[in-house]
Nanobody, 124 residues
Framework: QVQLVESGGGLVQAGGSLRLSCAAS????????MGWFRQSPGKEREFVAY????????RYADSVKGRFTISRDNAKNTVYLQMNSLKPEDTAVYYC?????????????????WGQGTQVTVSS
């Protein structure tokens, strides 16, 4: 069983920055790609960013390109999401997840284990 625990969310003004962390249990963390998704009230959960197992391939949603950066430290079993130039529309619960394959990296179907989420609120 894999456990994913997100942290680092909070309240920030527009234009500010936050760094989210996702700590994973288990010894196979470095063998899997990892992704970040988010869900705003009344909306479906949407893809944000993906990093391959080696941290050499990345994918971002168009809405966050140039502002968000995903990274990982396999020695610490942790994946990060650095969020800069935050906008009110970035307000959401952010989830990390493990990519299992069998579907594209931007779709939920490609992921198996999920964290409980961390709230990010951006005020205008």
């Amino acid at each position: 069983q894999v456990q994913l625990v997100e942290s680092g969310g909070g309240l920030v003004q527009a234009g500010g920055s936050l760094r989210l962390s996702c700590a994973a249990s288990g010894r196979t963390f470095s063998s899997y790609g990892m992704g970040w998704f988010r869900q705003s009230p009344g909306k479906e959960r949407e893809f944000v960013a993906y990093a391959s197992w080696r941290g050499s391939t990345f994918r971002y949603a168009d809405s966050v390109k140039g502002r968000f950066t995903i990274s990982r430290d396999n020695a610490k079993n942790t994946v990060y999401l650095q969020m800069n130039s935050l906008k009110p529309e970035d307000t959401a619960v952010y989830y990390c997840s493990r990519y299992k394959g069998m579907a594209g990296v931007t779709t939920e179907a490609g992921y198996d284990f999920w964290g409980q989420g961390t709230q990010v609120t951006v005020s205008s």
